[in-house]
């Protein structure tokens, strides 16, 4: 659906955006993810037919987004990150004015008016005017903005920023239930809404892809896929070098815990390996008191933070 080949943007002799390839294929729903100043905006802009590239090409639903961009605008809502509303139209009126803007024949605008309302649940507030909603509501108007021509292809760019966590939740299951009928492409840095919605992931940082893959592959992907929680009671010397002497072990960092005599420890093993019975056995082994030992999975975050800190 949409194929990227050395996209670069440069403004005025900055490149923000550095020669990415990417492709999303049909049917998924990918996240972009990145640092603030990545080039996520940037590179959505392109897409969308809104920047030109300065350098690359980019194809979507097999047209050229610079020699066929009505063709390409006809398939792609985009909801670019400050959504620019007419903050004095009613919700009716604007996506009337939107939906003859993006050319939907005038037979057909009622009926699209009255799909993106529905899928956007805008029906209780569709006389009201733009201006005296709240932000959620108003993030729903330019999703549904970005839908009235029944687009088969949805760029948002950070679809759920300044939103309360309800109506993160909200926005979220509209994406998932969208990503049954559309392939969606969304920036965001809210990890957790990634894992719960993304099939895969597109990392970019300082206007390079970093990295392409399913979530659960990312996380796989930081120091061997996670870690063993240990506390015990102990020197902290002691744990560091009973535990490094595994050979399956390859780093253990300690710290206290917040109530006293315990201590800390976070091991990380070999890729694959999982050292929790040799660890206990050192235990036994030191007579140590134990509290806790268990396995705790890296997250999207930590991969991000990996992939994306100098
Ligand atoms: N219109 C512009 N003129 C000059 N520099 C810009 C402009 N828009 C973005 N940039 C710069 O390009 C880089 C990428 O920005 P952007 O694509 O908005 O990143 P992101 O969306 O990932 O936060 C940043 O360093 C930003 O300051
Ligand atoms: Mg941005």
Redesign the pocket.
């Known amino acids: 659906m949409i194929e990227v080949e050395n996209l670069s943007?440069t403004?005025?002799g900055?490149r923000?955006?550095q020669g990415i390839s990417f492709h999303v294929n049909k049917g998924e729903i990918v996240g972009f993810l990145?640092?603030?100043?990545?080039?996520?905006?940037?590179?959505?802009?392109v897409l969308a037919g809104y920047l030109p590239p300065t350098d690359g090409k980019i194809s979507i639903a097999g047209f050229d987004v610079v020699n066929d961009s009505i063709e390409v605008r006809k398939r792609i809502g985009y909801m670019p990150?400050n959504v620019p509303l007419y903050t004095d139209m009613r919700v009716n009126e604007f996506l009337r004015f939107r939906a003859e803007l993006k050319k939907v024949g005038r037979r057909k605008i009622k009926e699209r008016v009255e799909t993106v309302k529905e899928l956007c649940s805008l029906k209780d507030v569709e006389n009201k005017i733009i201006g005296t909603l709240s932000k959620g509501y108003r993030q729903r108007v330019g999703l549904a903005d970005a839908m009235v021509h029944d687009p088969d292809l949805l760029i948002l760019?950070?679809p759920t920023i300044g939103l309360d966590p309800n109506q993160i939740r909200a926005v979220r299951d509209l994406i998932k239930d969208l990503g049954k009928h559309h392939t969606i492409l969304l920036?965001t840095h809210i990890l957790s809404e990634v894992e719960l919605t993304c099939n895969r992931v597109l990392v970019?940082n300082r206007?390079k892809i970093e990295a392409s893959d399913t979530p659960a592959n990312l996380t796989k992907l930081v120091r061997g896929g996670g870690s063993i929680l240990l506390e015990v009671k102990a020197p902290a010397t002691e744990i560091t070098s009973r535990i490094e002497a595994l050979t399956n072990v390859e780093d253990v960092e300690i710290s206290p815990s917040a109530d006293g005599d315990w201590t800390v420890a976070k091991v990380f093993s070999k890729p694959g390996v999982d050292v929790r019975e040799e660890i206990y056995n050192v235990v036994r082994q030191n007579n140590w008191s134990l509290r806790e030992l268990s396995r705790v999975k890296a997250t999207l975050e930590e991969a991000f933070v990996e992939l994306t800190q100098d």
């Open positions: 943007k403004y005025s900055f923000a955006v990145g640092p603030n100043g990545a080039g996520k905006s940037t590179t959505m802009k990150e760019d950070e920036s970019i206007g």
